[in-house]
């Protein structure tokens, strides 16, 4: 599989990856009751997430095994505390 394509797929999963650390970021600031705190976590969160899925320090099949696995967890957790 071409480098590439395997970090446009990280890239992606970047995405939900970025969201959910934003989300728990908020969440242990702030508490349950964290308001409007993810206006500003969860674009970091994407941000961070997207620089880790575009860093040449790791190799692509690790950032990408990495975003596909954590996006993964975040998805689970958020099924599961619906």
């Known amino acids: 599989m071409p480098a590439w394509l395997t970090i446009a797929g990280a890239a992606i999963f970047a995405l939900p990856f970025g969201w959910g650390a934003g989300l728990v970021a908020a969440y242990a600031i702030a508490g349950k009751n964290f308001g409007q705190l993810p206006v500003a976590t969860v674009p970091l969160g994407i941000a961070a997430a997207l620089m880790f899925a575009l860093s040449p320090k790791f190799k ?23």
């Open 60 to 82: 692509p099949s690790a950032r990408l095994g990495i975003m596909f696995g954590g996006s993964v967890a975040f998805i689970v957790m958020a099924w599961l505390l619906r």
